[in-house]
């Protein structure tokens, strides 16, 4: 009796499976967190008022043509590295779908910081911390914080739930297998 050989024993080259539903999730939840952080950077950087309240407070001997430059250059500053950090997030979350474990693992990397960082930040705005250093944080700002804190420990949990392992594990087998 001869058992038949799967598409992968036998040389011929297969399409890898589908990303699980763990990883599309993931996904989808490292972008929304990433998109809504944008919105929350651009929120704050449209509050020139504060901006240049800010500067006046951190720079009293500009004058006020220096503090409108500064305060523009700021924002612009501030929409590239925002625009930048939303496209290597959107990048990085389509890699990792399409199996990239680097991917994942910079993510991993990345989102550990952030949300290890979003604890930080929540905790020295509760404990009076940043108003003691003279930050105006305001309620949009900590209602934005808290959804991006936790839509990105639950895209972090879900890209390394059971399923999700077992198909990077089941990809990089494929791979060694062809190489």
């Avoid at 500009?62 to 950090?85: H, N, P, R, Y």
Wanted: charged share 15%; glycine share 10%.
């Amino acid at each position: 009796m001869t058992v038949p050989m799967s598409p992968v024993d036998s040389g011929a080259a297969s399409a890898p499976p589908p990303p699980p539903r763990a990883v599309r999730l993931s996904r989808t939840l490292w972008i929304t967190g990433a998109v809504l952080g944008a919105a929350g950077s651009v929120q704050q950087l449209a509050d020139r008022g504060r901006l240049l309240e800010e500067l006046r407070r951190s720079k009293p001997d500009l004058t006020q043509e220096q503090l409108d430059s500064a305060a523009t250059g700021g924002v612009l500053f501030g929409l590239l590295f925002t625009l930048g950090l939303l496209a290597v997030y959107i990048m990085l979350a389509n890699r990792m779908v399409r199996g990239a474990n680097w991917a994942r693992v910079t993510l991993a990397v990345i989102g550990g910081l952030s949300v290890l960082f979003g604890m930080i930040g929540l905790v020295g705005i509760f404990s009076g911390l940043a108003a003691s250093l003279g930050l105006h944080v305001g309620a949009l700002d900590v209602v934005i914080s808290v959804l991006v804190l936790g839509l990105d420990a639950a895209a972090l949990t879900a890209m390394f739930l059971p399923p999700a392992n077992a198909w990077f594990t089941h990809l990089a087998c494929h791979r060694n297998r062809r190489n």
